[in-house]
């Protein structure tokens, strides 16, 4: 936010990043996190402040001491685009699931102020969708409740991770063992989000529907997420 007086602005020359599965959304007027650096290339600056808006064309050239063609560059560029669309797919699904789970008990809180049969079979309905819930963040995220030092690198989250690090420098090729990696992260997430979709096609959508005739229904839409073959 600017102050009184001269202002001094720096672009480190990085993307806007991403945010990750279980990151907080960001406030509107805050910065978008620091991403990868850009490769060489022409580029815009756009500054707006009010109703001031002015831009400028400037190059990012290469440097000079560093062995790699622009070619190479651009396909670490493309591997990272690619990696960080379908991160924010896995985002999404996991703001979902949480917006899902908070819905749920708050439907709880009001069946519970019931006494019909109704009532006594969606409470149980409940408590099995945020058990499918709880199994679907397992996937990437450590259960909640372990204490202690608890390592696991199938989780999603463990190799979103690994994969972000071996992304991380734009200037290094990208290597035979770090492209597979890539893959395997990227095979980790279609599963997860196949099993994502499945759950609110199959078995979240009847509860819904359940709920919403007893006009108890908080739930926010869902959309199928999938990644491309």
Do not use: C
Request: zero cysteines.
């Amino acid at each position: 936010k600017p102050k009184a007086g001269l202002n001094r602005i720096v672009w480190e020359l990085e993307r806007d990043g991403i945010r990750y599965p279980g990151q907080s959304k960001r406030d509107e007027d805050k910065p978008a996190p620091a991403g990868y650096t850009v490769a060489p290339g022409e580029y815009w600056l756009h500054i707006s402040y009010g109703d001031y808006r002015d831009s400028a064309q400037l190059v990012v050239k290469a440097d000079p001491r560093i062995d790699i063609s622009l070619r190479e560059i651009n396909k670490k560029a493309s591997h990272v685009y690619r990696f960080q669309q379908e991160v924010a797919k896995v985002t999404q699904a996991v703001d979902q699931l949480r917006a899902s789970k908070k819905a749920i008990k708050w439907v709880q809180g009001r069946l519970k102020e019931q006494e019909d049969t109704v009532a006594h079979t969606l409470l149980k309905q409940s408590g099995a969708m945020l058990d499918s819930i709880r199994s679907l963040e397992e996937m990437i995220f450590v259960p909640e409740g372990t204490q202690g030092i608890y390592r696991n690198p199938d989780l999603l989250r463990s190799r979103l991770g690994e994969t972000s690090f071996y992304l991380s420098d734009p200037l290094a090729p990208i290597t035979p063992n770090q492209q597979l990696s890539v893959q395997s992260t990227l095979k980790s997430m279609a599963v997860f989000l196949s099993k994502y979709n499945a759950f609110y096609s199959n078995t979240f959508a009847p509860y819904q529907q359940r709920v919403a005739e007893q006009e108890l229904s908080a739930f926010t839409d869902w959309e199928e997420l999938t990644l491309p073959d």
